[in-house]
């Protein structure tokens, strides 16, 4: 099959296009142009030899077709995904979640593509109004970020109620794992730990997170896209389990035998309505369609995480704070 993956050279887009490309399929890698031609954490990927690799920028409408064109399957993962950076430029977000979405969408829809994967976010739920989260739950974007991306979500169902584009709407809960930006608050824990700093800056303590292993996250999007069941839904990807970021933190150090002090970082720290205070899944629908589960611990994933990180160090600045 000919698959095209959007956001291809980032965190989850460059485990998806490598996945992809080791079961056989024809895999065009679409990454966000620069001048250095860098192909982001697919540089020197086993299977990135084996892609095609199309850089643009996914606001521009000409390249997306192009990336799109011929595709059986396309998999939509680009995007702006920091939310502390969305609180800077607002409409970066729009032009990038939204109208980049459109192009995408409307792309696959002249150029008949038979299967659309868009990427949502748990972030679109905002705080829990009750748990665990199924996908009935309200939306109620707390911050520039969500906000597109649940615009985005609306978009690309339209598109399918509209249109028959057949979309399905993958909702990961917290993906992380090797390659993970420092933006993050796992590699934001773990590189300050690495680098040994015996006082770690972190923001609000309090919030829960449901965090799934990015392996766990790739099998859910191939699962979602050989689904029939899924056309026209929204599924949610996550383990059905929480743990608030004091305790992530203090497991961070118990896996690397640390013992540590955690100071509040005021910049760190989301304005106060913005702030989502708990996530928790019900995967239950992505279950029952795919028989889709998460197998990876938490504390698995985090050793897994700490080994990649650990042979890395370079690339995470642990003395700044990484918008």
């Known amino acids: 099959m000919k698959i095209c993956?959007?956001?291809?050279?980032?965190?989850?887009?460059?485990?998806?296009?490598?996945?992809?490309?080791?079961?056989?399929?024809?895999?065009?890698a679409f990454l966000r142009y620069n001048s250095k031609n860098s192909w982001g954490w697919l540089e020197g990927a086993e299977y990135a030899k084996e892609m095609e690799i199309l850089s643009g920028d996914i606001r521009d409408f000409d390249l997306v077709r192009q990336a799109v064109h011929g595709c059986e399957r396309v998999f939509h993962l680009a995007a702006l995904i920091g939310i502390p950076y969305s609180y800077v430029s607002p409409l970066a977000y729009v032009k990038t979640n939204v109208e980049g979405t459109y192009n995408v969408l409307q792309a696959a829809r002249e150029c008949?593509?038979?299967?659309?994967?868009?990427?949502?976010?748990?972030?679109?739920?905002?705080?829990?109004?009750?748990?665990?989260?199924?996908e009935g739950h309200p939306i109620t974007p707390q911050s520039p970020y969500s906000a597109t991306k649940a615009s985005a979500d609306y978009l690309a169902l339209s598109y399918c109620r509209s249109f028959g584009l057949p979309v399905t709407v993958v909702r990961p809960f917290n993906t992380y794992g090797p390659r993970q930006s420092a933006r993050a608050i796992i590699p934001t824990?773990?590189?300050?730990l690495l680098d040994g700093k015996e006082e770690i800056s972190l923001g609000n303590l309090s919030p829960t997170r449901d965090l799934t292993f990015v392996d766990d996250t790739v099998r859910g999007f191939l699962a979602a896209s050989?689904?029939?069941?899924?056309?026209?839904?929204?599924?949610?990807?996550?383990?059905?389990?929480?743990?608030?970021?004091?305790?992530?933190?203090?497991?961070?150090?118990?896996?690397l035998g640390k013992h540590f002090r955690i100071t509040s970082d005021e910049q760190r720290v989301r304005p106060e309505k913005s702030e989502v205070e708990r996530l928790l899944s019900n995967p239950s629908k992505m279950n029952a369609l795919t028989g889709w589960k998460a197998v990876v611990s938490l504390e698995e994933g985090l050793k897994r995480t700490i080994e990649w990180m650990n042979d890395r160090r370079a690339l995470y600045k642990s003395g700044i704070y990484n918008v």
Do not use: C, W
């Open 112 to 134: 008949g593509v038979e299967r659309v994967i868009h990427t949502s976010t748990s972030e679109v739920y905002g705080t829990a109004r009750y748990v665990p989260i199924d």
């Open 226 to 255: 050989e689904a029939p069941g899924a056309v026209g839904e929204v599924l949610n990807l996550g383990t059905g389990t929480e743990v608030s970021m004091g305790d992530l933190a203090l497991l961070i150090g118990k896996i």
């Open 5 to 28: 993956v959007t956001g291809a050279g980032g965190f989850i887009g460059s485990r998806l296009a490598e996945k992809l490309a080791e079961q056989g399929h024809e895999v065009r």
């Open 189 to 192: 824990i773990i590189s300050q």
